[in-house]
């Protein structure tokens, strides 16, 4: 089932080193992602949180004792100090 779209934010704490390859495979079923740091990513997706949990959490690289946290935020909803790439991917026109 699909939402509007929105961001997504996705914050991981891995017992080991992030599975990279894998979590990127998953994410690219989002429109868009953006990675700024080795544990946090942005999406924009349609897609519901629980899909996204489910699909990060059956993933064979993910371990039982890696945890995330996932939320959603609007459009024009977020403030702070980030990377270029990260203002550019948030405003980006979609």
């Known amino acids: 089932m699909s939402v509007p779209?929105?961001?997504?934010h996705i914050g991981f704490s891995f017992e080991d080193e992030p599975p990279m390859e894998e979590l990127e495979k998953i994410f690219s079923t989002a429109r868009d992602w953006v990675?700024?740091?080795i544990h946090c990513w942005?999406?924009?997706?349609?897609?519901?949180?629980?899909?996204?949990?489910?699909?990060?959490?059956?993933s064979p690289s993910i371990k039982e004792s890696d945890?995330?946290?996932?939320?959603?935020?609007?459009?024009t909803a977020y403030s702070g100090y980030?990377?270029?790439v990260v203002w550019d991917f948030l405003n980006k026109d979609r």
């Open 82 to 84: 980030q990377y270029d």
């Open 35 to 37: 990675r700024y740091d």
């Open 67 to 75: 945890s995330f946290f996932l939320c959603e935020f609007p459009k």
């Open 42 to 58: 942005i999406l924009y997706s349609n897609t519901e949180l629980d899909i996204w949990r489910d699909r990060i959490r059956n």
């Open 5 to 8: 779209y929105r961001f997504v």
